[in-house]
């Protein structure tokens, strides 16, 4: 048993440290670059990203995520202003990361915890209530504070999720480096950082898929 224990930890530092050093070398590579990829994988020069630019980012998530828009209570759509809030902070942009955040506030309020049992709704009201405060920290403050509040929110949302389900196939990101480890959700595989944005735009690993 004591063996075990001690090769599981070997591999536990070992998957840590492999994935510490991808981040180094994909800033290296990032450095290197004359553009950024976006979330939907084009390359672009991040000194030329505009606000329409970041708009039609966010758009991508939006339009993949299997949903009615005028459905209020939703899950989906909690995830949908989630998803256009990481993209914004992918993309560097604290305005737009404040506004998103608002709109997140909102549909976090919204969400229908109806149909759950009693059990879940205790925690989904648990839940909803302090990712409400972090998305009310985000709409107010700078973008280092923003991604401070978003490291949590995320917990929050996969919380969530572990409990409403989701629609599409999602998937849990990490990153090693950002204030001792910090994980996100995507729909997609490729690696957007949101904790560093353009400065490591590809640190992190898919540590998981939901379906």
């Known amino acids: 048993m004591r063996n075990l224990k001690v090769t599981i930890g070997i591999l536990a530092i070992t998957f840590l440290a492999l994935t510490a050093m991808s981040c180094k070398e994909a800033k290296k590579e990032h450095n290197n670059e004359d553009g950024h990829h976006t979330e939907m994988g084009v390359e672009e020069n991040h000194s030329e990203m505009n606000h329409n630019e970041s708009e039609g980012q966010h758009a991508g998530e939006k339009n993949e995520v299997a949903m009615s828009e005028a ?10 202003d989630y998803f256009s809030l990481k993209d914004a902070l992918v993309a560097d942009d604290n305005a737009q990361a404040k506004s998103l955040a608002e709109t997140l506030v909102k549909s976090l309020k ?5 149909k759950f049992t009693e059990a879940q709704k205790t925690e989904l009201k648990d ?16 973008i280092a504070h923003q991604r401070e509040h978003f490291k949590i929110l995320s917990k929050d949302v996969t919380d969530m999720v572990a409990i409403t389900g989701t629609a599409n196939t999602l998937y ?4 090693p480096m950002y204030d001792k480890g910090s994980a996100w959700l995507s729909m997609s595989k490729e690696v957007r950082n949101p904790y560093y944005g353009s400065s490591m735009l590809k640190c992190g690993k898919v540590q998981q898929e939901i379906n």
Do not use: M, Y
Not at 127 to 142: F, G, L, W
């Open 110 to 114: 919204g969400l229908d915890v109806s």
């Open 172 to 175: 849990e990101q990490f990153c």
């Open 127 to 142: 839940i909803v209530e302090d990712a409400v405060e972090h998305a009310e920290h985000i709409s107010e403050s700078p």
């Open 71 to 80: 459905q209020d209570g939703n899950s989906e759509l909690v995830l949908k």
